[in-house]
Structures are given as structure tokens and as C-alpha cells.
């Protein structure tokens, strides 16, 4: 699986971004695709992931309701829209994508895009 993340860039403080994660090679069930955060100094941090149908989904809580994880069939991607950024929401966003279910996929997972800067300040 080759993932290529995009769509980072700088925002104000209340604005939104979408970020795309286009997949290519061996795409599909039972694969599940994720957006994680790392700012400097931090860990990398789980955001949301999906099925490849599309079918479930799972966040973090300290997103849920401000990001939405969906999926394009048709273009194998993945989006990432994030509502309401928060200069703490700073950080280089990465997409991965495992063999796994939409709650175990970690920061373990096997295959990553190579992450897309959001920077958010006024």
C-alpha cells in the first residue's frame, strides 16, 4: 500500500482545512486507513480511522466533532476535514493504513504517507 498525503497548509484560528490521503497498490477490506499528528517534541497521535468500505469509523476524543474522517471510492482517498483549528492543532499530519480494525490501528501500523504540515495562527 503507497499512501501520499496533502492538503496541509496555514490557517487562521476558527478556520478549516481538508487533508486527502490517496492510496494506491493493495487497497481494500480488510485494510483500515488513519490520521495521526505529531508536533514537535510529541508522540505521534491517533486522530480518526475508517474500513476501506467506508462502513465504521472511530476518533479520538479530543477531535470528535471538530474533524471528519470519510472516504471516496472511486478515488481511493481518504479525507481528513477539520472544522475549528486551534493553534494547538499545529503539527505535521500523517496517513497510515493497517490490517487491523478501526480501533486497534496504532502508531505501529506498517504503512504511512509522508505527512502535510498544518500550521494554525492568526
Known amino acids: 500500500v503507497q499512501l501520499q498525503a496533502s492538503g496541509g497548509g496555514l490557517v487562521q484560528p476558527g478556520g478549516s482545512l481538508r487533508l486527502s490521503c490517496a492510496a494506491s497498490?493493495?487497497?481494500?477490506?480488510?485494510?483500515?486507513v488513519a490520521w495521526f499528528r505529531q508536533a514537535p517534541g510529541d508522540q505521534r497521535e491517533f486522530l480518526a480511522s475508517?474500513?476501506?468500505?467506508?462502513?465504521?469509523?472511530h476518533y479520538a476524543d479530543s477531535v470528535k466533532g471538530r474533524f471528519t474522517i470519510s472516504r471516496d471510492n472511486a478515488k481511493n482517498t481518504v479525507y481528513l476535514q477539520m472544522n475549528s483549528l486551534k493553534p494547538e492543532d499545529t503539527a505535521v499530519y500523517y496517513c497510515?493504513?493497517?490490517?487491523?480494525?478501526?480501533?486497534?490501528?496504532?502508531?505501529?501500523?506498517?504503512?504511512w504517507g509522508q505527512g502535510t504540515q498544518v500550521t494554525v495562527s492568526s
Open positions: 497498490g493493495r487497497t481494500g477490506n480488510p485494510y483500515v
Open positions: 475508517i474500513t476501506w468500505s467506508g462502513s465504521s469509523t
Open positions: 497510515a493504513a493497517a490490517y487491523t480494525t478501526v480501533q486497534k490501528i496504532s502508531a505501529g501500523a506498517p504503512y
